[in-house]
């Protein structure tokens, strides 16, 4: 088959599946935010260990931070889905060498259409809590398709992974220069699922296509970022 269903992968592009019992429904007021709360019994071992090595190194006084690209005042985020780019924005947000951060959210490669909605929406509600810009960008699954023909059976971060990069940062980076962004970065570069030398070549590509744009690389998979 050459449907987008046969070419999903574990991080991004959700499919329908078998329903599963969902948890207890909490308010908002029950909900949280700490870096510093317990794992859960059932947590996986990447989890625990990632966990460990985090809190040695905040014992021996580490201290997150981020580097900025000198010259850099205005970034445009890509997001694939809200969750992946808390940590980024947080990040970024946080930083007072930025004047603005803008998430962009081009993702012609998740589906179901409900899967993609679900996650734009998640992304604008995240954006509009913390009072930053987002960017509702077209749902054009057509073009996915077309430029992903004979790819339909390659393995994950195969060949068709980096024509999926170069799509999405293509159209990022296109908006980032007609817009006047110093530069663009991707919530792709934070997953453990992804090579980061496939994704950050995507974002490298993107940004020479136009004078004066730089892609924002970086080590988005930190033990510090991952956890969060």
Known sequence: TSSINAMTNPDEEEVDAPSRAAPPARSSSELSYSEGAKLPSDAPAWAVAASERLREKRDSGYISSIDVPDGVKRVL???CCAPCSGAMVEEMCSSEKLDEVCVFFYNPNIH??????????????????LGIEFVDCDYDPENWYERMK??????????RCTECFDMRMERTALYAYENGFDAIATTNATSRWKDAKQVDGSGYRAAERYPGLKYWCQDWQTDEMTLR
Not at 112 to 129: Q, V
Request: with cysteine.
């Open 77 to 79: 985020l890509h997001s």
């Open 150 to 159: 004979g790819m339909e059976y390659d393995p994950e971060r195969g060949t």
């Open 112 to 129: 179901p259409r409900k899967e993609y909605e679900i996650r734009k929406e998640e992304n604008k509600r995240f954006c509009k809590e």
